[in-house]
C-alpha cells in the first residue's frame, strides 16, 4: 500500500469516527448540565492548540520574550479584551505579527 493511500484511509477513518458521534447524539436529549459543560469545550481546546505554537520553538524550548508570536499574542490577547470582537482579535494578531516579522524584525 503506497503512502497516499495510507495517509487517505487514516483520514477517512477519522472523519468517519467523528462523524458517528456528531450524527448519533441528539441535542434535544442532552440535559441542561451537559450542555452547559459541552459549551466550555472550544474554550478549553482553542488554548491548547494554539499556546504551544506561540510558546514553544522547533526543539519544545520556550521561546523567547521578543518573539514576534509572543508580542503579536499580547497585543491580540489587549485588543480582544478590549473589543471583545473575534474578527478583530484574530486580524489584529496576524497584522502585528507580519509588522514585526518583515518591517521590524
Known amino acids: ?7 487517505i484511509l487514516a483520514g477517512l477513518i ?6 458517528g458521534s456528531v450524527l448519533t447524539i441528539n441535542p434535544n436529549k442532552l440535559n441542561n448540565m451537559t450542555k452547559q459543560v459541552l ?5 478549553a481546546v482553542f488554548p491548547a492548540i494554539i499556546f504551544p505554537a506561540i510558546f514553544l520553538n522547533t526543539e519544545g ?5 521578543n518573539d514576534p508570536k509572543v508580542i503579536a ?6 485588543i480582544g479584551i478590549l473589543s ?7 486580524l ?6 507580519w509588522i514585526i516579522k518583515f518591517l521590524i524584525i
Request: aromatic share 14%; glycine share 4%.
Open 61 to 65: 524550548g520556550v521561546v523567547e520574550i
Open 92 to 97: 489584529s494578531g496576524l497584522i502585528s505579527f
Open 73 to 78: 499574542i499580547f497585543i491580540a490577547f489587549s
Open 14 to 19: 477519522n472523519y468517519l469516527t467523528r462523524l
Open 39 to 43: 459549551s466550555y469545550v472550544p474554550s
Open 84 to 90: 471583545k470582537n473575534l474578527i478583530i482579535t484574530i
Open 1 to 7: 500500500m503506497s503512502i497516499w493511500a495510507s495517509i
